[in-house]
C-alpha cells in the first residue's frame, strides 16, 4: 500500500502563486509515474500534470501549460506542482495520484485526500 498526503493548498488572488506538495509513504517502490489531478466545483475530475520516475518526462493540461510545473524528489519520496500565474478557473481541489500512468484518473490506483486551491479573483 501506498499513502499519499498532499499540502500547499490555500486562498491566493489571480497571477498569484502557489506550490503544493505531495509526500508518499508505505510501499513506494511501486509509484513509477506519479499526477496531479484536480476537481472544480461542479465538475468532473480532471487531468493536470504527469511525471516519470526519472523525471526527464512530464506532460500537462493544456490548460495549465507554461504556468504550472510537475517535479518530483524522490530521495523524499516527494511530488511538486508549482503553480504560477493562477486564475480564478484553477480553483479546485487537487489530488496527488500513483500507481498508473497517463492522464485518465481511472487508471491511477493510489490517491491522495486533496488539498483546496481558492484563486480569487
Known amino acids: 500500500q501506498v499513502q499519499l498526503v498532499e499540502s500547499g493548498g490555500g486562498l491566493v488572488q489571480a497571477g498569484g502563486s502557489l506550490r503544493l506538495s505531495c509526500v508518499a509513504s508505505g510501499r513506494t517502490g511501486r509509484m513509477f509515474d506519479m499526477a496531479w489531478f484536480r476537481r472544480a466545483p461542479g465538475k468532473e475530475r480532471a487531468f493536470v500534470a504527469t511525471i516519470d520516475w526519472s523525471g526527464d518526462s512530464t506532460k500537462y493540461a493544456n490548460s495549465v501549460k507554461g504556468r504550472f510545473t510537475i517535479s518530483r524528489d524522490n530521495a523524499k519520496n516527494t511530488l511538486y506542482l508549482q503553480m504560477n500565474s493562477l486564475k480564478p478557473e484553477d480553483t479546485a481541489t487537487y489530488f496527488c495520484?500513483?500507481?498508473?500512468?497517463?492522464?485518465?484518473?481511472?487508471?491511477?490506483?493510489?490517491w491522495g485526500q486533496g488539498t483546496q486551491v481558492t484563486v480569487s479573483s
Open positions: 495520484a500513483a500507481g498508473g500512468e497517463g492522464v485518465i484518473d481511472v487508471d491511477y490506483y493510489y
